[in-house]
């Protein structure tokens, strides 16, 4: 299969879809409104900027998309066929920002739940119920993908197949 989008198109594509808010993440949004959930976004000052930050219950959403946050094993997430060791690099240092930033939002003592794009996609609003369900119980982490959900591991081994950069 040819790479139908160059790689300066999909770079425009993804920053562009990176530095605003993404459907997926209004749609998490508009789901936590209706069930009544108070949030603010984006805190500057938090690690990683949290998408979403419910103080009242002491937690933040990461609403991740799959291929910026490279979401290993994803249908979303698949390897630009082009510059590929470029990006390999580049998405390989995304993720370990990812998991920095949310090993820090837990010691400093917020409950962290990262929703992935490919569980929006799926079912938002199967989605949003999880999530929910999560915020009114006491589990320190939540993740959520397109196939399964479960407390987050983030001392996964997630970056092995990256040793050799
Ligand atoms: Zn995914």
């Not at 590929?84 to 939002?105: G, P, S």
Request: charged share 20%; with cysteine; glycine share 6%.
């Amino acid at each position: 299969m040819v790479d139908v989008m160059d790689a300066a198109k999909r770079s425009a594509l993804m920053s562009r879809i990176r530095g605003g808010d993404t459907a997926p993440e209004l749609l998490i949004r508009k789901g936590l409104w209706h069930a009544g959930f108070r949030y603010t976004l984006h805190a500057a000052k938090l690690p990683g900027k949290p998408d979403i930050v419910l103080p009242r219950w002491n937690a933040v959403v990461f609403v991740h998309g799959c291929f910026w946050h490279r979401h290993s094993g994803c249908a979303y997430f698949r390897l630009p066929k082009t510059r590929t060791a470029f990006w390999d690099v580049k998405l390989a240092q995304n993720q370990a920002r990812d998991r920095a930033n949310i090993a820090a939002m837990e010691s400093l003592g917020w409950r962290v739940a990262v929703v992935w794009e490919c569980a929006v996609r799926t079912n938002s609003q199967v989605a949003v119920k999880k999530l929910v369900r999560w915020l009114q119980r006491t589990e320190t982490t939540l993740e959520l993908t397109g196939t399964s959900s479960g407390p987050l591991n983030v001392n996964r081994r997630i970056l092995v197949r990256n040793s050799s950069y």
